[in-house]
């Protein structure tokens, strides 16, 4: 079991930057991190993964703009958000996938953190 908490949400002005953190409570190390977010009135979507190796990927609607990053050594992940819109407004959540000997071994969110873009 991973436990996963999110921090760093808040309310940005649009152009903004804000940068979600992920901290596990143990090591990430065989742990492929995505972060997904859901927009008031609207389902979660995907927005940005990286794998063990650090390859990372990105919903269209956020390339460019946010980074997906990850500390092994701290048992961290991050979301770094700029250029932020109106539409990115959403509650963030963290996920983590575990592998273990290259079998899938378990999924695990975290409890979500707000992010309200708005002048």
């Known amino acids: 079991q991973v436990q996963l908490v999110e921090s760093g949400g808040g309310l940005v002005q649009p152009g903004g930057s804000l940068r979600l953190s992920c901290a596990a409570s143990?090591?990430?190390?065989?742990?492929?991190v995505r972060w997904y977010r859901q927009p008031p009135g609207k389902e979660r979507e995907w927005v940005a993964s990286i794998r063990t190796e650090g390859t990372t990927t990105y919903a269209d609607s956020v390339k460019g703009r946010f980074t997906i990053s990850r500390d092994n050594a701290k048992n961290m992940a991050y979301l770094q958000m700029n250029s932020l819109k109106v539409e990115d407004t959403a509650v963030y959540y963290c996920?983590?996938?575990?592998?273990?000997?290259?079998?899938?071994?378990?999924?695990?969110w975290g409890q979500g953190t707000q992010v309200t873009v708005s002048s």
């Open positions: 996920y983590a996938e575990e592998y273990r000997g290259g079998r899938y071994y378990g999924a695990y």
């Open positions: 143990r090591s990430i190390i065989s742990i492929n």
